[in-house]
Structures are given as C-alpha cells and as structure tokens.
C-alpha cells in the first residue's frame, strides 16, 4: 500500500510502518560488501542531515547541490533537505567543470555535496570561481583533500552537527510549514544543443506523479528495485522516489559499469533503464547463439519463436494462447527462458521500465519473448518523468509509449508536436523567462519537441522535431528511428546518421571493437588498432551487408548509403555526449566535419 505524503515526511512515516525492515542495500565507495539500512536507520540519518543543514545555516529553499554517483548518502541528503524545505540540484558524477560553474553560479548554490575524488576536485577547482560556494562535504572518506583546503568537511563529520538532534523542534516546525509549491529540486538538462537550463520541479509534481504512477505501475513492499541510471537523471529519480512511497528494497548500484554483477549478486526483481542496456542484452544472447552448436542454436531460436507467440502475438494484443501454445509455453519459462533470466539475476522479475530513447521493435520483442515485462514509457524532465507507459497484463503494442498517466492531458498540436498540461508538468525554467513564454502554449500547454500521434489509446513518437533532417531531395529523415534500427547490431557501438541537406543519407559509426576483433581473429584478417579494422575492406562489406539487413523496413530515401567506421567512441569530453549520454549532432558533425564530406565525394 503506498504511503503518499510530502516528501519532508516521507522516510519518517515509512519508518513508523516498517521499522526495521530493509530499506536500503549498497556498498561503500570501493567496498565489495552489499551492506543494509532499515526504515528506521534512513529516517534517523535524514532527521540528522535535516539539523546538520540548519546547523550550517541553509534555510527554506536555499539550494544545496550535489555532485555524486548513486550512494546511499545521496538520499539520506536529498530528503534532509527536503525536511528543512530545501532544494537540492543534482549534478551527473561525469559533469563538467564548466558545467558545474555554470550551475553554481546560476543557482547560486553555497553547499556541495561530492561523492568521489574526482567531484571533489573539479569542486575545488571551481570554488574560486563561485562566490557563492562556501563549503563542500565529501561522501568517500578516502578523498585526499587539496593542501589548504580549510572549507571542506567529510560527511562523517558534518553528520556529527546533527548528533543528538539539537535543532529537532525547529525541523518539526518546518515539517508542519511545508507546502506543495515548494520547490524540490532544479534539475539542469544538459542540452543536445545551447545551454543548460533548470527545470524546476515542486513538492507538489511529486505528489501528483507519486499518485498517477501508483495507479499504474504495479511496485511494491516485496519489490527489489536496482538503482541503474544516475539519480541526477528524472527517470532514476521519480523511479526511485516512487518505490520508496510504495515501501519497496532499494538496491544502490554506485557504478553503472558493475550493473549486471550487481544484479546478479542481488537478484532485483525490477530496474528502470535506457533502450541501450536492452540493447547490448539483446546483442550479448544473440551472440551466444551464433557461436552455439546447430542443435542449440535451433532450441534457443524455437523458444525465443514460443515466447514471441505467446506474450508478443497473444498477450500484448489481449488474446487468449491456445492450450498447445500454453502448455509449451510454461514448459519453456521454466527451463529455457528460466536459465536465460537467471544468468542476468532475474529469478524473480516483475517489471523493467524502459524509456528515455526509441526503442527498437526487435529488441521490444526479444525482451518480451524471454518473459520480461518491459514497461516502454515516455517522459521528460519537465514532466517529472512518466507521460505515458504500457500496463503490465494488459494489452500494448511494440512500437508505442503507452497510455498516458492519470492527470495527463496530452494533445498533438502543429507539426503534430505533442503538448502536455497536468499537474506533474513543471511550471518553467528557472530563471529563463523570456524561455518560458516560448516553451508554453498561450493556453498553457508544455511544448515537448517531440512529434507524434495517438491510436487507440497510445501514444507514438515519430522523432524529435528539432533534430528532424531534411535532405536536399526535399525528405525528411528522422534521425534516431533510423539509428535505433542499427543499434540492435552486436557490431555497432555508437552510430550518428548524416542527411541534413544532403543528397542521401550516410552515417558515422563506431564498432564494439571486442565483437570486431573477435571477428577478424576468425576470418584471418591481420591488424595491429583500431585504423587497421576500419580500413579494411572485407570488415566494411561485412558491416555494410548487415547494415544492408537491418535497414531493409525503411523507405529507400530513409538509408544509410555510405558509412565510414572511427577509431575513437564519441564522448562527453569531446562535447559529443550529453551527461545522459545523447548525441550532439551539431557538435560530432563538426569534429568529423572531414570524414562527413569524404563521404560524399564523386
């Protein structure tokens, strides 16, 4: 049963309902024991960080900011604030100085809390250049602080200011001020084009996504919830957020690079994530396949066939499977798909969220097949995540979002843009006014970007309107749809498709050079890095006849003509990437703008 209350009281009426119950499982910073925190323990740690921050002077909607991977001192600082009416501002753990700059001093932050070395000395570093920034507490105690450094406290210590409670009256009278339009948290979006800029999300959307997605989204008491997308992302947050309210385990996965190790030391039976986490699963089985005898390559092709028929053909579209198809179902689950999922930690899965990219229908599929409920939804900052998503046991179709969320008014507007109104949409962007009045409708409907339409009750996206290319034939080309059918390949990385203005499509990609290497040590082909690979002519017609396959649904104009494989990933540091790693078109077009050119040349 989920307790729905603001978010100030939230760890301390969970507390009074579960006690001693888990609530927390995670690691310290370097650890490799998964330790545990009970209801209890999270609501005393929080009250401790709320006095501490009093203690500091931080006062109602003061911002505090923090710059951390997933931790459990994440929360235990998020909701102390929250407790004395606060705002907290995550920052992503691979931000930027510059962004970090920015940020501090557009919000004027004076307290920062790093996880890491890393944090901590890009936080340093820009103290001098943020005159509001007065202090900065360390989660890692194993940081090394910068010689001189006399503003900086571990927060082992700073967590001693709250010892005992002494401004505990002073937190209660804050409790019983609290208001829904207080704002929560202010969360910059890092931009595939121009600045970042805050969105600003209340006490109040919480409540009213915390409300819709319950009614929706079937978490619970007995649910154990893998932290996977930093906290700083909308998605992770809300997720999170909502299955403390449902009184759910929260397994803390610090780096995302040990997720399926974690998982398959926890056994979560849920976790939200981006289509690329599918998407590598998807290429990792089908790769295990191929190198499997013909036997089982055939066992595992009939199963995946079994397991399309009847959760894809039947259940999706709310049909009743034959008895034969049951039967060989059921007998399958819990063998075949059974093992499948185990090697993942999936012994006992319920739903898996997926949204943030498009998902590819093969990958939708596959996932579907191996008895998995992904969950495809659709969101934004702005809209505190969740716009719409399918329901688990009822009927959904591969390629759509979803449903939309109680409270939801969705509308497709010009350009068949999808414009939101309802109580979970923010009400602007901090400080960006003149921003504001071109983001929102005269009658108040959110400008989302994205284009799309509704059929039966769902929601489809049909591509972002601003990274929509237009060739110089006069088409329209969307981008992602046609990365996104790429992607599914064990072979490809990383893929940025070229068109605007120009005469066909073409695409920069870069291989999963251990899949690469692995193949060229098979056919006998010699090389010495990465330039040997992709220059090499038998490697490129291997990749331009499975580039050939993949793209076989799209219209001719829609395909990738020409395609020069790069030695180096696209990356944050270079200004390709965003924080939640989107492409920036404009930015990777430019650093390759050579290599794009030589593509089409006579």
């Avoid at 989660?139 to 450094?149: I, K, P, R």
């Avoid at 154990?224 to 009184?247: K, M, N, Q, S, Y």
């Avoid at 034959?322 to 059921?330: A, D, P, T």
């Avoid at 900052?381 to 969740?386: H, R």
């Amino acid at each position: 049963m989920q307790t729905l209350c603001h978010l100030a009281l939230l760890p301390h009426e969970q507390a009074k309902k579960y006690g001693d119950r888990t609530v927390f499982e995670y690691k310290d910073f370097g650890g490799t024991e998964w330790k545990r925190v009970s209801w209890g323990e999270f609501s005393e740690m929080v009250k401790k960080v709320s006095n501490a921050l009093l203690d500091m002077g931080i006062g109602v909607q003061e911002k505090i900011g923090v710059f951390s991977q997933n931790a459990v001192q994440y929360f235990y600082t998020d909701f102390g604030a929250f407790g004395i009416r606060a705002v907290t501002i995550p920052f992503y753990a691979t931000s930027s100085e510059q962004q970090l700059q920015y940020v501090i001093n557009d919000a004027e932050i004076r307290l920062v809390f790093v996880g890491e070395q890393e944090q901590y000395d890009k936080a340093r570093r820009v103290q001098a250049l943020c005159p509001t920034l007065e202090r900065i507490v360390i989660f890692d105690s194993s940081v090394t602080l910068a010689e001189h450094d006399v503003t900086s406290v571990f927060f082992a210590d700073f967590i001693k200011a709250g010892e005992g409670l002494p401004r505990q009256a002073e937190v209660e009278r804050l409790w019983n001020e609290v208001e829904d339009e207080d704002i929560a948290n202010i969360l910059y979006t890092s931009g595939t084009t121009g600045e970042s800029k805050g969105v600003v999300l209340t006490c109040g959307q919480y409540m009213a996504a915390f409300k819709a997605n319950n009614e929706c989204v079937p978490v619970g008491e007995d649910d154990r919830v893998i932290t996977f997308l930093p906290i700083a992302h909308i998605f992770e947050r809300g997720w999170d957020f909502l299955a403390l309210t449902e009184g759910s385990t929260l397994i803390i996965n610090t780096d995302p690079h040990e997720i399926q190790q974690s998982m398959r030391e926890t056994h979560p039976t849920c976790m939200s994530a981006v289509p690329r986490f599918w998407e590598k699963v998807y290429a990792g089985v089908m790769a295990k396949i191929e190198k499997a005898s013909p036997m089982s390559q055939k066992i595992f092709r009939e199963a995946l066939e079994t397991g399309r028929r009847y959760n894809v053909d039947c259940k999706a579209k709310g049909k009743c499977p034959s008895l034969l198809l049951r039967m060989k179902y059921m007998a399958i689950d819990k063998t075949l798909l059974a093992m499948v999922r185990k090697q993942f930690g999936l012994d006992k899965p319920n739903i898996f969220p997926t949204a943030g990219a498009v998902v590819s229908p093969e990958v939708e599929t596959f996932v579907h097949s191996l008895g998995l409920n992904m969950i495809v939804g659709y969101g934004l900052t702005e809209s505190l995540a969740t716009v719409s998503c399918d329901r688990k046991g009822e009927p959904y179709s591969i390629g759509s979002v979803g449903k939309p969320i109680g409270g939801i008014d969705v509308r497709i507007g010009e350009n068949n843009e999808i414009l939101l109104k309802g109580p979970t949409i923010t009400r602007g962007y901090y400080k960006r006014e003149a921003l504001n009045r071109e983001t929102f409708t005269e009658d108040g409907y959110f400008r989302t970007g994205d284009a799309g339409y509704m059929k039966d009750g769902e929601l489809y996206l049909t591509e972002r309107i601003k990274d929509l290319y237009k060739t110089s034939n006069g088409k329209y080309i969307a981008p992602q749809a046609v990365e996104s059918k790429l992607l599914v390949d064990k072979y490809i990385e990383q893929i940025v498709v070229i068109a605007e203005e120009r005469k066909f499509v073409s695409a920069l990609i870069v291989p999963a050079y251990a899949m690469l290497e692995e193949y060229a040590r098979e056919q006998g082909i010699p090389f010495s890095g990465r330039e040997d690979l992709c220059g090499n002519e038998k490697i490129k017609r291997m990749m331009a006849e499975r580039i050939d396959t993949l793209q076989q649904g799209l219209s001719g104009y829609e395909q990738v003509k020409r395609f020069t494989l790069i030695t180096q990933p696209f990356s944050m540091e270079n200004g390709e990437l965003t924080n939640t790693l989107k492409t920036r078109r404009p930015v990777v077009i430019k650093n390759y703008a050579e290599v794009i050119e030589k593509m089409y040349e006579e």
